[in-house]
Structures are given as structure tokens and as C-alpha cells.
């Protein structure tokens, strides 16, 4: 799947790509991840569960993930606030404890999707001036995505 | 098209075929060529009247006087000019007029010296890009002036028109014959223009370029056949002339309406068509075919003028120029300057493969034994029924034939496999008709005997062959019939076959141009890339131990290719330049091809062995074996599988392509097709539940797919992709789905019934792991697209202005060594007067001789502040007022 940002006079081409979230596909997750330049870590805001198996991947990804990795947390279905199980403040401070973006989506509804992608973009470090020669699209081999309001991980 | 060439053929023996030709339109000219024999042209005397026409048109200097002259002088100026097409002139002359690396200055000093119409192609240092340099007349303000060239992924144009072409030498020749945006059309030396056979090109093409201040370029001669008002054609002495070219850029020019037709640049048109730049003649190549009295005496009618007076020296001189080079002589000056190049190219000369023949018979043999073969059953007769369509098809179109019944033929009998493979051979006729309807047939190959001509043929079928592997979906079980039959043709309707495919290798890209060539090179032990290339297969093939595990062995196969695609990159020996024919973004993806082609096609099939070999020895195989079946046997959501699943009709067909797969030497073909499987699951999924799916489910309904394949060689497969793939292309959807594959292969090897938990075993983790990481690793090898190991070295003179070279610069290499490679490349005659500068914030370091420039690079590009720099190699004590980098240099930057 592919997505593309404009963020300042560049345009961001994202390829996202889904990984398996499963515990017994674990192990194919370095594959996915190999190159990344970002990853969006997605949770349910209804499953208390969901946000810790987050805190797992963030780790993964800190000691196994490409350097500079930009991360992403979403908190998905958002629409169902009120059965929610995690805080806004809990996800908040656990983002900036480990440098993430933070930000609650609905995929149901497309709220904030937009907005997550633009807040990585803005994050990705701009071009290799060689980049720029080619043809100033840069490809970002993008971690998990909120599609179809599902959890990931 | 088999009923119409037979015909043709019949008709051809009752000698009236050329009647018939005369009722067929233009457009397929080519085919006509390819069709009249010898004894026919004699007779048949000069090609269509309108070729000749266009031919003139494009020597005459004056397209005024043009009309006036009429018919009579058509026949003369052919029998002056031999029948070497434009395009044939400028493929055979290219060392003469693509000069990559001259510099403005040379150019300049070069065209100087020329009449106006004469040109050049170059490399725009400033820029960066392809420039075309054209000789002005007196009249204009500026001695030269420069049009650059566009490269766009498919094509080449010039910069403000709409017509783009396939190639370079197709531009030029078009601009030889129409102005379109110039300001009159560009005109050949003389000597290149009068020669009247390959020889004498050849001849002139050794020069290089040393060519523009040698006596062949002696001149231009005043008018060619007696009764042509003389055109003076240098700058002096020729008030009529440059009246002439003040029209021609002023006035209306007359063109024929084809060629009107043609410069349009209103948009869809892209190629020009064939017969304007053709003399319709290379058929007669072999014969007397003239009426001898109609050739004038080789030197008659030309000798007698003198050459016109030089035209001034040029304005601009170096100051560090010798002063030989000052003068008006430019012929004693230039071969001074050009010494190095003009050994490059006598030296190119003397390795150039010319005529490349002996595989042909191999070939042919390995096409019948293929032909033969049960394996191949599915996709021989297909190429055949292809061909024959396609064939059918062109001539249909243009000799009204009805087209009806090209299906019924061409189609093997209805199976329940999926595509027609009739939709196929459509589909490719009319891409390539859009691609390149200019080519010409034999172009490249014009200057080889006839017999490599056909070898070339075969080639072509090869081609087809392995397209027509992937494009269709061939069922299993063919048509023995339509095989038989196309197999047991006459060798008479056999060899217009061939003739006919030959044809269809006019209609091939300047992309598969390439790749064949660099295929051809490859088998050529004369060439240095093809020793490199031979002598590495006859290794791996000779030494089945010198592989430790079947890793060891993709892995070194890998490098090497990716090796010789740099060696390639950078050497002279293709001819013509690579750049000539492919636009600069597209080179590497053009030579991973090339590789595939000439590296893993001879392999493929002892790879495969090998790798079979290699896990038949440590047990995966047996285990892979066993675990199939023992998968096969669980139902879907044992797997873990939630979502619908392919039926058996889907199963089958995912079948047939990874059948398809295991036919293709090339990984990227390979993964092409996988992604198609995947496709087709995610189609199956989705369409059945009206949902989508992520990789979770995704995962377990691959896994099931290829258990109910039971496909052994899955395995190997798989590894093949992953490990020879160009490592560029595994940040794609490629390299996510060989990932998913992977997985669901090892799922399978490592499936038990007490794995409860079905996790992945530790042993494919750590695989997984360690692909990863050598992957990933391999990525500072060094790949066209990867410029980690490269710099870009600016070369600054103070008189010439800046040459840009890309230097291959690994991490440790030292400032002394590049200062030492850049003396080399840009043949500098006094390396210590010279140094590596870096040249950053506007201010200028020179770097010190045991520094690393890759990793003061890495460092500059790790600044958070992106800063622009270049490395300029330039004298030590230089002027300042030399240096003027301005934003627009920053294609300079290192790269």
C-alpha cells in the first residue's frame, strides 16, 4: 500500500507494509522491519492488553530496528472513547519516554490518519542531496499501519 | 501472417512481387526490406521515391531549391551517397560525433572549425546532462549554441520539443532531417555524409576524434551532383549558402507531408517512421545491384573543389592551451590535444568483438532441443502462434488482409487455463509498435555477415520465448498439434519465419537492444567482460565443491554480478555507449537485466542442481518432504488460517505460475510472479469475505496455498529470489513477499503435530536473522544505485570550466589516492601541480593526503543542516576568480 505526503516542498512516499503481528510470526518481523524508515505501532484503546504488547514491539524495535527509526504510537478506535481502557495521559507520557509520536485514530471514522503520517514526515530526516538528483521523491518502507482498524500488535 | 508470406513467397518466385509491394502502403517498409530478395530489388531498381526524397532533403543544404530540382537528381544523388541510411551513418560514426567527454572548450574549438549545421553530442558539466552542441552561421550573435537533451525513462528529446525517440541516434537522425525546435537541421561532415560504404564509416569512426582536424574531414565540397547551383559551405565565401540557412530558419521550409506530419509537437506522436531515415537498400547490400553507369566515378565529381577557407580561429582561448593550438592550423593542434582519446579508441577498436558469431549454431541447437523437449511443450508453440499473430498482424493491417482469423490460428486448442495466450501476443504487438516503431531491423547488425544476422534472429525467438513465459499462462498440456505442425514447416516458409522475427527484433526497446548485446558481448571471449563472464561459468560449473553451503554459492554469484554490472558501468567497451541508447535513471536496472541474462541463464540450470544438491545433503529436503504432507492433510484452520481460501480451481492456478516461475532464470521475473500469487490469494480473500486482510491473516492462507501446491522445489525457489535479487529492489513489495514466503515455507519445514504453539523454530529465526543482516551488509557492496562507494569529483581548469567524473572511492581509500585516480581519469599531464579540495560553505579546504574523502562525506551528510559541497580536484596555486559555484551547481554535488 502506498501513501503520499507533501511535507514542505518534498513529497513522502510512503510504502506500508503490514507485518504479522502474531506472536508465532515473531520471528519474521526483522524482515519487515529491515530498512524502515518509520514505524506506526497501532494499539486499542479498548484493550489494555493491546498496550502492553505495544511496549514489547517498541522495545524490539529500539534494540533490533534500523537506527533512527521514526516511531509512531496509535491509538486506535478512538471512536469507542467511552469504553476505552487506556488514558490519553498513559499513551502520552509513554510516547515521550521513548521519543514517539503519539496520536488516537479511528480507522472506522479516518480521524487523524492523515495527521499521523503527516507528523512522521515531518520527522524523516530530509534527503541525501543524491536523492534529491534523482527525482526528489524519497520511498519510506513504513512500519505497521492503523488500516482497517486492526490491531497489529 | 504464414498466408500472407507464403504468398508473398509464391508471388516472389513468379517475380511479381514487387508489384505488389508498390500497393503496399509505406508503413511497412521494413518488412518489405526484409522481404525482397536481391534479385527482386535489382529489378525493382530504387526504393520508393519518397525515401530518396527524404534523403536528399536532409543533404541538401538548401530545402528551397529542392522542388526545382525534382526526380532527376534523386537518382543522382543516390548513386553519390551509396544507400547508407542516416541512421546508419551516425551508428557506425558514433566515436566521431558523441563525445561524452569533451569539454565546452573543445567543442567550442572543434565546431569552430566547422561549416554551420555540424554538431556534437557532449556532457554538460555544468549541467550534467546531454547536450547537443550545434555550429552556428555568421549571422547569428553566438558561434554555437547548445540544446539539451531530456532524458525521461523511456526516451530522449530535446528540451522544449514534444517528439521524444528511443534513442539517441534516432534524435539526431530525425534532426537530420527535420528542425522541429533547432534552428535548421543539423547536417553530417561531409565525409560521413558522401562515404559510401560501411567500410569507409568505419574507417572515419576509428579517427574518433581526432576526426574533426584529420584530412577526412576535408571538405565539403561545393555542389555534389553538376547541376546543383554551388552552395559554398563555409562561412566566407558563400553569400548564397547563408541566404539559404536565413531561410531556413526564417522562411516556411517545404517538407513532404510525412515529414510534416512527423514534427508535430503537439504530443502523441513520438517516432519517427523508418523510411525517413532509411534508404530502402540494405537488401542489395550484396549484389551489383546498380546500373554501374549510374555511379559516378568514386572521387569524380567531388575532387575538384577545394576546400573552403577555415573559418577564424576561435575567439576564446585558453591561456594555458599550447600555442599550437592557438593558431589558426587547427590540424596540427588537435591530434596534440587528443592523443589520449584517440588511443582510447583505436585501442576500443582493437577489442571490439565485431562480428560475434560462433553461438549461433549452439543456439539454434539448444532452441530445437528445447523445442523438443516435453518441458517446453507448453510454451514453444505458443512463441510460434505469437509470432505468427503478430506477424498476421502487421501485415493485415497494412495489406488488408483480414485479420479474422490470427486467433483461430495462432490459438492453441481452449483449455480451462486461465488467458487466452492469443491476448498475449496482442498485448505485444502493440507495445512494442508503440515503443519503437522507428527501429530499423538490422541496425546494429548491419555490419555483420548475414549469417550472424540470423543468429541474432534466433536470439530474438529466445526472447520471445522467455516473455511469452511470463506473459501468458500457458496450460500444461498442449496442443501437440499445433506444434507438430508449426515444427514440421517447410524450411523454406522456416527461414521467412526467422527472416520475419528478425523483422520483430526492429521492434525491440533500445533497453532489449542492450541487454542482447551485452548478452552477445558476454559470450565473447575477445572482450575482457566476456572473458570475466565465460571464465566464472566454466568455473562455478567445473568446481561443484568450491561452495560450501548453497548460501555460499547464490552469495557469491550475486557478487560477481553486481561486479561486473559496475566494471560494465564504467568501461568503453560497449558499443555504442550504453548512455547513447538508455536514459541515465534507467542504466542499472538495464545491466541487472543484462546479468541475468548472460550470467544466471547459462547457470540457472546447474544452480538448481547445486541447491537441490546442497538440501537434499543436510535433510531439508526430506524434511520439507515429509511436513508437506503431513500439512497438506490438515484442514485450513488447524493452520491458523480465518479467512477464506483459495478453491482448487485457484489452487491450480497458482500452481501454473509458480510452474512458470521455476522456468524463469531471472529473480525479478520470479518475484513478478509471486507477487502475482499473492495477488490472487488477497483477490480470493477479500472477494469471498468482502473484507480486507493484514499480514496476519495473510500468512496462514500462504502457508496453506503452498502446502496444496505440494511443490518440493518451492523451497529452492524461494532462496534463488532471496538471495540473487538486486539487493535494491528487496525494500519493495518484492522483498515483503519473499519475506511472507519465507516464513510460510519455514512454517511448513518446521510444522509437527506436538508444535502446539506453532511457533517459527529457533533455527528460522536465526536464518531469517541472518539474512537480514548480510542483506542488509550487502548493501555497502557496491550497486550503480548505491553511491556509497562513489564521489563525485569535480575537475576544475581554469581556462576549460568544470568536467564532473564519478570516481569509485571505497571508505579507505585516501585523498593521495583519489588525487592519483583523478590525474588518471581527467589526464592531467602534471599531478603534483594538482590537489583535492573541498570546497563547503563557500570556502575552500584543501584536504590533507592522508585523509578519507568517503567519510568526511558521510560526515558533511550527517550534518544536521544539509550543506552543499563539492570535491573539486584543481590546480593547487589556482586563480580565484576560477571557482564560480552557484546554487544552480548543485547537480555538482557529490553523489
Known amino acids: 500500500m502506498t501513501k503520499t505526503v507533501p511535507c514542505g516542498n518534498e513529497l513522502h512516499k510512503f510504502l506500508i507494509w503490514d507485518t504479522a503481528g502474531q506472536e508465532r510470526f515473531h520471528s519474521l518481523a526483522p524482515m519487515y522491519y529491515r530498512g524502515s524508515a518509520a514505524a506506526v505501532i497501532v494499539y486499542d484503546i479498548t484493550k489494555q492488553d493491546s498496550f502492553h504488547t505495544l511496549k514489547k514491539w517498541v522495545k524490539e524495535l529500539k534494540e533490533h530496528g534500523p537506527e533512527n527509526i521514526v516511531m509512531a504510537i496509535a491509538g486506535n478506535k478512538c471512536d469507542l472513547s467511552d469504553i476505552r481502557e487506556v488514558s490519553l495521559k498513559d499513551a502520552k507520557d509513554y510516547a515521550e519516554s521513548i521519543g514517539a509520536i503519539v496520536v488516537e485514530t479511528s480507522a472506522k471514522n479516518a480521524i487523524n490518519i492523515e495527521e499521523l503520517f503527516q507528523g512522521i514526515s515531518r520527522q524523516i530526516p530530509p534527503l541525501d542531496p543524491h536523492e534529491k538528483g534523482n527525482n526528489g521523491v524519497i520511498c519510506i518502507h513504513g512500519g505497521k499501519p492503523p488500516s482497517q482498524g486492526r490491531r497489529c500488535c | 501472417?504464414?498466408?500472407?508470406?507464403?504468398?508473398?513467397?509464391?508471388?516472389?518466385?513468379?517475380?511479381?512481387?514487387?508489384?505488389?509491394?508498390?500497393?503496399?502502403?509505406?508503413?511497412?517498409?521494413?518488412?518489405?526490406?526484409?522481404?525482397?530478395?536481391?534479385?527482386?530489388?535489382?529489378?525493382?531498381?530504387?526504393?520508393?521515391?519518397?525515401?530518396?526524397?527524404?534523403?536528399?532533403?536532409?543533404?541538401?543544404?538548401?530545402?528551397?531549391?529542392?522542388?526545382?530540382?525534382?526526380?532527376?537528381?534523386?537518382?543522382?544523388?543516390?548513386?553519390?551517397?551509396?544507400?547508407?541510411?542516416?541512421?546508419?551513418?551516425?551508428?557506425?560514426?558514433?566515436?566521431?560525433?558523441?563525445?561524452?567527454?569533451?569539454?565546452?572548450?573543445?567543442?567550442?574549438?572543434?565546431?569552430?572549425?566547422?561549416?554551420?549545421?555540424?554538431?556534437?553530442?557532449?556532457?554538460?558539466?555544468?549541467?550534467?546532462?546531454?547536450?547537443?552542441?550545434?555550429?552556428?552561421?555568421?549571422?547569428?550573435?553566438?558561434?554555437?549554441?547548445?540544446?539539451?537533451?531530456?532524458?525521461?525513462?523511456?526516451?530522449?528529446?530535446?528540451?522544449?520539443?514534444?517528439?521524444?525517440?528511443?534513442?539517441?541516434?534516432?534524435?539526431?537522425?530525425?534532426?537530420?532531417?527535420?528542425?522541429?525546435?533547432?534552428?535548421?537541421?543539423?547536417?553530417?561532415?561531409?565525409?560521413?555524409?558522401?562515404?559510401?560504404?560501411?567500410?569507409?564509416?568505419?574507417?572515419?569512426?576509428?579517427?574518433?576524434?581526432?576526426?574533426?582536424?584529420?584530412?577526412?574531414?576535408?571538405?565539403?565540397?561545393?555542389?555534389?551532383?553538376?547541376?546543383?547551383?554551388?552552395?559554398?559551405?563555409?562561412?566566407?565565401?558563400?553569400?548564397?549558402?547563408?541566404?539559404?540557412?536565413?531561410?531556413?530558419?526564417?522562411?516556411?521550409?517545404?517538407?513532404?507531408?510525412?515529414?510534416?506530419?512527423?514534427?508535430?509537437?503537439?504530443?502523441?506522436?513520438?517516432?519517427?517512421?523508418?523510411?525517413?531515415?532509411?534508404?530502402?537498400?540494405?537488401?542489395?547490400?550484396?549484389?551489383?545491384?546498380?546500373?554501374?553507369?549510374?555511379?559516378?566515378?568514386?572521387?569524380?565529381?567531388?575532387?575538384?573543389?577545394?576546400?573552403?577557407?577555415?573559418?577564424?580561429?576561435?575567439?576564446?582561448?585558453?591561456?594555458?592551451?599550447?600555442?599550437?593550438?592557438?593558431?589558426?592550423?587547427?590540424?596540427?593542434?588537435?591530434?596534440?590535444?587528443?592523443?589520449?582519446?584517440?588511443?582510447?579508441?583505436?585501442?576500443?577498436?582493437?577489442?571490439?568483438?565485431?562480428p560475434i558469431p560462433p553461438p549461433r549454431l549452439k543456439k539454434q541447437a539448444s532452441f530445437l532441443e528445447a523445442e523438443n523437449s516435453a518441458k517446453t511443450l507448453s510454451a514453444q508453440p505458443l512463441v510460434r502462434g505469437q509470432e505468427l499473430e503478430l506477424e498476421q498482424g502487421t501485415a493485415g493491417s497494412a495489406g488488408g488482409a483480414p485479420p479474422a482469423d490470427c486467433c483461430t490460428r495462432a490459438q492453441p486448442p481452449p483449455t480451462s487455463a486461465a488467458r487466452p495466450p492469443c491476448h498475449g501476443g496482442r498485448q505485444r504487438l502493440s507495445d512494442m509498435s508503440i515503443s519503437t516503431s522507428s527501429s530499423d531491423s538490422l541496425e546494429f547488425e548491419r555490419n555483420m555477415p548475414l549469417d550472424?544476422?540470423?543468429?541474432?534472429?534466433?536470439?530474438?525467438?529466445?526472447?520471445?520465448?522467455?516473455?511469452?513465459?511470463?506473459?501468458?499462462?500457458?496450460?500444461?498440456?498442449?496442443?501437440?498439434?499445433?506444434?507438430?505442425?508449426?515444427?514440421?514447416?517447410?524450411?523454406?516458409?522456416?527461414?521467412?519465419?526467422?527472416?520475419?522475427?528478425?523483422?520483430?527484433?526492429?521492434?525491440?526497446?533500445?533497453?532489449?537492444?542492450?541487454?542482447?548485446?551485452?548478452?552477445?558481448?558476454?559470450?565473447?571471449?575477445?572482450?575482457?567482460?566476456?572473458?570475466?563472464?565465460?571464465?566464472?561459468?566454466?568455473?562455478?560449473?567445473?568446481?561443484?565443491?568450491?561452495?560450501?553451503?548453497?548460501?555460499?554459492?547464490?552469495q557469491t554469484i550475486r557478487q560477481f554480478m553486481t561486479q561486473v554490472k559496475n566494471y560494465l558501468a564504467q568501461s568503453s567497451e560497449l558499443d555504442p555507449p550504453i548512455e547513447s541508447l538508455i536514459p541515465e535513471d534507467q542504466i542499472d536496472v538495464v545491466l541487472e537485466k543484462a546479468m541475468h541474462k548472460c550470467i544466471l541463464k547459462p547457470l540457472k540450470g546447474h544452480v538448481e542442481a547445486m541447491l537441490r544438491d546442497f538440501h537434499v545433503a543436510d535433510g531439508s529436503w526430506k524434511q520439507l518432504k515429509e511436513n508437506l504432507q503431513l500439512v497438506r492433510q490438515r484442514n485450513p484452520q488447524e493452520l491458523g488460517v480465518f479467512a477464506p481460501t483459495p478453491d482448487l480451481v485457484d489452487v491450480e492456478k497458482i500452481k501454473v505460475k509458480f510452474m512458470m516461475m521455476q522456468k524463469m532464470y531471472s529473480p525479478e521475473k520470479k518475484v513478478m510472479l509471486l507477487l502475482r500469487v499473492c495477488k490472487l490469494i488477497y483477490t480470493v480473500m477479500e472477494n469471498n469475505s468482502g473484507r480486507m486482510y493484514g499480514a496476519d491473516d495473510f500468512l496462514p492462507v500462504l502457508t496453506y496455498v503452498i502446502a496444496q501446491c505440494d511443490m518440493l522445489e518451492l523451497d529452492v525457489e524461494i532462496e534463488y529470489m532471496m538471495e540473487l535479487l538486486d539487493p535494491s529492489l528487496l525494500h519493495g513489495e518484492g522483498g515483503y513477499y519473499l519475506t511472507s514466503a519465507y516464513g510460510a515455507l519455514s512454517l511448513i519445514k518446521n510444522f509437527q503435530e506436538e508444535q502446539a504453539a506453532r511457533l517459527l523454530s529457533s533455527e528460522t529465526r536465526d536464518t531469517l536473522r541472518q539474512w537480514h543482516k548480510r542483506r542488509t551488509a550487502n548493501r555497502t557492496i557496491p550497486s550503480v544505485d548505491d553511491f556509497q562507494n562513489y564521489l563525485r569529483v569535480a575537475f576544475q581548469e581554469v581556462g576549460s570550466g568544470c568536467t564532473g567524473k564519478t570516481l569509485l572511492v571505497r571508505p579507505y581509500v585516501t585523498t593521495e589516492d583519489v588525487c592519483q585516480l583523478c590525474a588518471e581519469k581527467f589526464k592531467v599531464g602534471d599531478p603534483e601541480e594538482y590537489s583535492l579540495f573541498l570546497f563547503v560553505d563557500e570556502t575552500w579546504q584543501q584536504l590533507a593526503e592522508d585523509t578519507y574523502p568517503q567519510k568526511i562525506k558521510a560526515e558533511l551528510h550527517s550534518r544536521p543542516q544539509p550543506h552543499v559541497f563539492h570535491f573539486v580536484y584543481k590546480r593547487i596555486k589556482s586563480d580565484p576568480y576560477g571557482v564560480i559555484f552557484q546554487n544552480g551547481d548543485k547537480d555538482l554535488s557529490p553523489s
Not at chain 2, 214 to 222: E, F, Q, V
Not at chain 2, 483 to 510: C, D, E, I
Not at chain 2, 518 to 530: Q, V, W
Open chain 2, 452 to 554: 550472424s544476422y540470423e543468429g541474432d534472429t534466433n536470439s530474438s525467438l529466445e526472447d520471445y520465448e522467455g516473455e511469452s513465459d511470463q506473459e501468458t499462462m500457458a496450460p500444461p498440456i498442449k496442443s501437440k498439434k499445433s506444434r507438430h505442425s508449426s515444427f514440421v514447416l517447410p524450411k523454406l516458409v522456416k527461414s521467412q519465419l526467422r527472416k520475419m522475427s528478425g523483422v520483430f527484433s526492429s521492434f525491440m526497446t533500445p533497453e532489449k537492444r542492450m541487454v542482447r548485446r551485452i548478452a552477445e558481448l558476454s559470450r565473447d571471449k575477445c572482450t575482457y567482460f566476456g572473458c570475466l563472464v565465460q571464465d566464472y561459468i566454466s568455473f562455478l560449473m567445473e568446481n561443484r565443491e568450491c561452495h560450501v553451503s548453497s548460501t555460499d554459492m547464490l
Open chain 2, 1 to 354: 501472417m504464414s498466408a500472407w508470406t507464403m504468398g508473398t513467397r509464391a508471388l516472389d518466385k513468379r517475380g511479381s512481387f514487387f508489384k505488389l509491394i508498390d500497393t503496399i502502403a509505406s508503413e511497412i517498409g521494413e518488412l518489405n526490406q526484409e522481404m525482397v530478395h536481391t534479385d527482386v530489388s535489382l529489378e525493382n531498381g530504387l526504393g520508393p521515391p519518397e525515401t530518396h526524397s527524404m534523403v536528399r532533403h536532409q543533404e541538401d543544404p538548401c530545402p528551397e531549391d529542392e522542388e526545382a530540382k525534382g526526380r532527376p537528381r534523386d537518382s543522382g544523388y543516390e548513386s553519390l551517397s551509396g544507400q547508407l541510411s542516416i541512421l546508419d551513418r551516425l551508428l557506425h560514426t558514433h566515436p566521431v560525433w558523441l563525445q561524452l567527454g569533451l569539454s565546452e572548450e573543445e567543442a567550442a574549438r572543434v565546431l569552430q572549425a566547422q561549416p554551420p549545421g555540424i554538431f556534437l553530442v557532449r556532457k554538460s558539466a555544468k549541467m550534467q546532462r546531454k547536450v547537443l552542441t550545434l555550429r552556428l552561421p555568421s549571422e547569428f550573435e553566438v558561434p554555437l549554441r547548445e540544446f539539451t537533451i531530456k532524458e525521461s525513462t523511456y526516451t530522449f528529446s530535446l528540451e522544449g520539443s514534444g517528439i521524444s525517440f528511443a534513442d539517441l541516434f534516432r534524435l539526431i537522425a530525425f534532426y537530420c532531417i527535420s528542425r522541429d525546435v533547432l534552428p535548421f537541421t543539423l547536417k553530417l561532415p561531409y565525409a560521413i555524409s558522401a562515404a559510401k560504404t560501411e567500410a569507409q564509416l568505419e574507417e572515419l569512426a576509428q579517427l574518433g576524434l581526432n576526426f574533426w582536424s584529420s584530412s577526412a574531414d576535408s571538405n565539403p565540397p561545393n555542389p555534389p551532383p553538376p547541376h546543383r547551383p554551388p552552395p559554398a559551405d563555409g562561412l566566407c565565401p558563400g553569400p548564397w549558402r547563408q541566404l539559404c540557412l536565413i531561410n531556413g530558419v526564417h522562411a516556411i521550409k517545404p517538407r513532404t507531408p510525412s515529414e510534416l506530419e512527423c514534427s508535430q509537437t503537439n504530443g502523441a506522436l513520438c517516432f519517427i517512421n523508418p523510411l525517413f531515415l532509411q534508404v530502402h537498400s540494405q537488401d542489395l547490400g550484396a549484389g551489383p545491384k546498380r546500373p554501374s553507369a549510374r555511379t559516378p566515378p568514386a572521387n569524380g565529381s567531388e575532387r575538384p573543389r577545394s576546400p573552403p577557407p577555415r573559418p577564424p580561429p576561435p575567439a576564446l582561448q585558453s591561456p594555458h592551451t599550447s600555442p599550437g593550438l592557438s593558431g589558426t592550423d587547427t590540424q596540427l593542434g588537435m591530434p596534440q590535444t587528443v592523443g589520449p582519446d584517440t588511443q582510447e579508441n583505436v585501442a576500443k577498436l582493437g577489442r571490439k568483438p565485431t
